[in-house]
């Protein structure tokens, strides 16, 4: 069982609605949840991140995490073309210390 | 604030020949981590340094390797260069917190052929 996993998707959205991704980690002790995006041809760039249980509001993202069922999701309200990404769960665990550990990545398609 | 600058952007290497990726983190952050990314095995993490210590070392060949001077700078050399190389490899930087996500530089591109 993989670490971090994701639906690699794609998921498709319209423009507008929202997109909802998801995350699912193994049993560890872990300590804090990231979001990344990564355009086509980029290099990840940081989205949100979440430490406790609950919702994170950031603009039109809003990270939830809730540790009792190991899940970490990342909603995106009004969604744009420009939104149309791979985005990927990253998890802090306290036995790597510093370290990431990424998700596959899920491929969001938003469509005009 | 300067952002993770990573060198060279781009590389073509024939195989068995060694290679050196360089990266400079955000000032300040003493971490540097190194990932390779492929199209089927996603983000896989290389090693991390911390103040010129290695702390952290992922499952590949000891190729691979490392290290980090003083003024945090981080390089990464693989050597004996194989097909399977081929891929993007980000350096990040990160102050030493748990609560604090990694910036990644643009990468470096490598192609062995």
């Known amino acids: 069982q993989k670490e971090v996993e994701q639906n690699s998707g794609p998921l498709s959205v319209p423009e507008g609605a929202i997109a909802s991704l998801n995350c699912t980690y193994s049993d560890r002790v872990s300590q804090s949840f990231f979001w990344y995006r990564q355009y086509s041809g980029k290099s990840p760039e940081l989205i949100m991140s979440?430490?406790?249980?609950g919702d994170k509001e950031d603009g039109r993202f809003t990270a939830q995490l809730n540790k009792a069922s190991q899940y970490v999701s990342l909603l995106i309200r009004d969604s744009q073309p420009s939104d149309s990404a791979t985005y990927l769960c990253a998890v802090k665990f306290s036995m790597y210390g510093n370290k990431l550990v990424f998700g596959a990545g899920t491929i969001l398609r938003v469509k005009s | 604030k300067a952002g993770v600058t990573q060198t060279p952007r781009y590389l073509i290497k024939t195989r068995g020949q060694q290679v050196t990726l360089s990266c400079s983190p955000i000032s300040g952050h003493r971490s540097v981590s190194w990932y390779q990314q492929t199209p089927g095995q996603g983000l896989q993490f290389l090693f991390e340094?911390?103040?010129?210590?290695?702390?952290n070392k992922g499952n590949f060949p000891g190729r691979f390797s490392g290290r980090q001077f003083s003024n945090s700078r981080s390089e990464m050399n693989v050597s004996t260069l194989e097909l399977g190389d081929s891929a993007l490899y980000l350096c990040?930087?990160?102050?030493?917190?748990?609560?604090?996500?990694?910036?990644f530089g643009s990468g470096t591109r490598l192609t062995v052929v």
């Open positions: 990040a930087s990160s102050s030493d917190s748990a609560n604090y996500g990694y910036t």
């Open positions: 340094y911390f103040s010129e210590t290695q702390r």
């Open positions: 979440i430490y406790s249980n």
